[in-house]
């Protein structure tokens, strides 16, 4: 038997370090290759890494909570293999003698287990756990399930506002969640790193709006998922940014690296966090395609299935914070690319066309860009080129 090292792996570009947020298996417990062993967290994704090997997880060297650079040790696995010698195999059994076992939580045991936070969410909604059916791994009972059975329950669910007593006034701490953490310390960073700069421009979807409106049935019966317009603006921009590649770099030491493809990122939001997923060589998809690659990585990043390489690599990120309602906003660059671009809500509004007013649907976009490498005049032949894009489009423009 041998002992073979688990290790934090690279979850994201940028990415330096991760948190273990849960043990999914103990010390002693036989694990299948490919079986996922720990969830571990970090700002882009919250990822449940599989075993590399088939063996007994015999050392846990990282508890819950605890945050650790890339590379590092997270757990030790024996598997079967070629023979050692008997003062290597003493040499763990000795340490593991002296240090203290990491156990995990008592929530995390059993097919039940819950994490702490959906534990909170189950007792402040006055929730029977053994009526809620488990998804995740052994039956584990995840977010979703809690919230699917609440939206099949609502009745049973005591509203808080009936049930927060006036002794209940007053501060209230939430504790900062290990993804939260992560992504408040990526933020930060963004913002001391990169100067950034704001555009915004007013866009006219009428040729949009009204393909989407007559085919949005026939495509959802196609392809058993409604037809939304991130596809449309996905090939847009990749046709914007090939035309101006400095929005589509990255600032480095040596230079400013121009990318000549885009590795599409696509800000996911979730109840309780943000995840970019990223589409892969996006500018040469076809539309069909690119509207499927989107919509997988959308429902697997809600899952919590997302895989390490499912979040790398991107060179522009795409923000459709519209589908939240925002009608204009400044957001974040996402490290270590030159740029992030907002799709905003659809309003109908009274514009002029010509000479007379007419109501039109208005879409904003908004771009945060970073000011070393793209100044206006870049900005504005990018945003110039996903404006006459969005106004002039037709259905011969689909990319098939």
Known sequence: MVLTTLK??????????GTVDRWLKREGELVRRDEPIVEVVTDKVNAEIPSPVEGRLVRIKVA???TVPIGAALAELEVE??????????????????????????????AGRLSPGIRKLIEENGLDISQIKGTGQDGRVRREDVMSYMAGHRALAPSPATTRM??????????????????AEHMVRSVSTSPHAWSLREVDVT??????????????????????????????????LLRNPYLNSSWTDEGIVLKHYVNMGIAVA??????????????????FDLAHAINDLATRARNKSLRPEDVRDGTFTLNN???????????????????????????????????????????NLTMSFD????????????????????EDWTPEKITL
Not at 82 to 103: C, G
Not at 166 to 183: F, M, T
Not at 207 to 214: C, I, K, N
């Open 166 to 183: 006036p002794s209940d006034r007053g501060d209230e701490v939430v504790r900062i969640s290990a993804v939260r953490r992560q992504i």
């Open 321 to 363: 914070t519209g589908a939240l309602g925002s009608v204009a906003g400044q957001s974040i660059i996402n490290q270590p690319q030159a740029a992030i671009l907002s799709t905003e809500s659809i309003r109908r509004r009274p514009v002029v066309v010509g000479d007379t007013i007419g109501i039109r649907p208005i879409m």
């Open 371 to 390: 000011h070393r490498i793209i100044d206006g005049l870049a900005a504005s032949r990018f945003l110039n080129d996903v404006q006459a894009g969005i």
């Open 64 to 66: 819950p909570g605890e």
């Open 81 to 110: 293999g070629a023979s050692v010698d008997a003062e290597e195999k003493a040499e763990p059994e000795a340490e593991a003698a002296t240090q203290p076992r990491a156990e995990p939580r008592p929530e995390q045991t059993g």
């Open 8 to 17: 934090m792996p690279q979850l994201g570009e940028s990415v330096t370090e």
């Open 207 to 240: 040729r949009l709006l009204e393909y989407r409106e007559a085919e949005k049935d026939r495509f959802r019966e196609r392809h058993g998922f409604p037809l939304s317009y991130v596809p449309f603006f996905v090939q847009i921009v990749c046709v914007a």
């Open 270 to 287: 979730l109840p309780d966090t943000l995840i970019v997923p990223v589409v892969k060589d996006a500018d040469l998809m076809g539309f």
